[in-house]
């Protein structure tokens, strides 16, 4: 009997008789098979396989699961400590602290997901040391030390990430972003929404906010905002994340929505760019490669969509958004084809925006030495003099 096969199965009787086995013997090898394989089943399958060890657990043998915790998986970690909680509760608290005080990587994780369940029961000496693990490079002990401490309502840690927000280093800034978006501080929604408006990491911070809040409900509460987001979203597809995010993020009916019921220059720019987007996604095999079946076909669909709207309707509406103190500036810049309107912003204060207009004019085999001139005006930064006397 292949007992992975089995336990990730179909069949009721081998399925519950392979979680029997893994709890009662307990089979480590067995587990830290379905840990290995983790990136390779699908969520459903995993979802299966948790439901099956719980059903498997009793209190008689649910102390082996002890055993699995020098492997890792976020995908058995919740079904783990509601076992633990059921069975054992605050009779394990010691046990597991020693797990979190003296473990290896995968011990701390599990350790913090089971405490989680005891916010009220923890001191303060190990809320401190949780302050310091929130900081771990393992990506697993760091989500699940924030979450620990969200649910205890710590509101040193989340003051100390808030204070990140003001920082010089956009890296900085971006760690306090990740930290609040995994507290769940809703709060802090508008701050970051300030910093992803200045950061060269504005595509990494949009894809951190649907984990904050509904990219619909945010639309529905500020409008502009929520383009922005998904401007950056679209571009973030797929080097920053990856294609599946389409049916995550339900980009398919927020595109359709917009289109037939809330038509403005900037969501026209959104649907401008992500035609663009989701078709070079679909026209390219290797972007899907790795895609699962759901995925390839949302891709394709929404492909067909925005290969459907009227990009003239779209196009006249994008000229709204030339000039300086649009947020969606930078983004206009690449539809818009009046070589006068691109010529206004060549006096612009940003300069970056005139270095970008001037890369567009050049694309569109506009540009002069007129243009150049008139922007060189008004430069004082030297990296960009540079680059704009080489184009």
Known sequence: MDLFKSITGKNPAEFEQAAKILVNTPDVELYKKLVKQDDFLFDFVK???????????????????????????????????????????????????????????????????????????????IIEYVRELANSEDEYISNNAIELLSKCGDTISKENALNKLNSADEFEQYDGIKF???????????????????????????????????????????????????????????????????????????????????????????????????????ENEEYLFDCDKNTKDEIANINKFLKEVNVNKLNSLLYEEVFEESDFVFFAVDYINDIEELETLLESSNQTLVLKVLTALKEKHALNSSHKELALNHITNDNIKQIIEVL
């Open 47 to 125: 979802n299966n396989v948790a439901k099956r060890i719980k059903q498997a657990c009793n209190k008689n043998n649910y102390m082996n699961l002890f055993k699995f915790w020098d492997y890792y998986s976020s995908s058995y970690d919740d079904m783990m400590s509601e076992v633990l909680f059921e069975f054992g509760g605050s009779e394990l608290l010691d046990k597991v602290k020693s797990y979190l005080l003296n473990g290896n990587n995968s011990n701390k994780a599990y350790a913090l997901k089971f405490l989680s369940l005891f916010k009220k029961n923890i001191n303060s000496d």
């Open 180 to 282: 609040l978006v995994t507290y769940g501080a809703c709060d802090a929604l508008e701050s970051i929404l300030n910093v992803m408006k200045k950061s060269s990491l504005s595509e990494n911070i949009a894809s951190e906010i649907p984990y904050l809040t509904d990219l619909e409900i945010l639309l529905e509460n500020s409008f502009d905002n929520g383009i922005l987001v998904l401007c950056n979203i679209v571009n973030a597809i797929p080097e920053i994340i990856p294609p599946n995010s389409a049916i995550d993020f339900n980009l398919l009916q927020i595109f359709e929505n917009l289109y037939f019921n809330n038509l403005t220059s900037t969501s026209a720019l959104l649907l401008r760019m992500a035609g663009e987007k989701f078709a070079s996604l679909a």
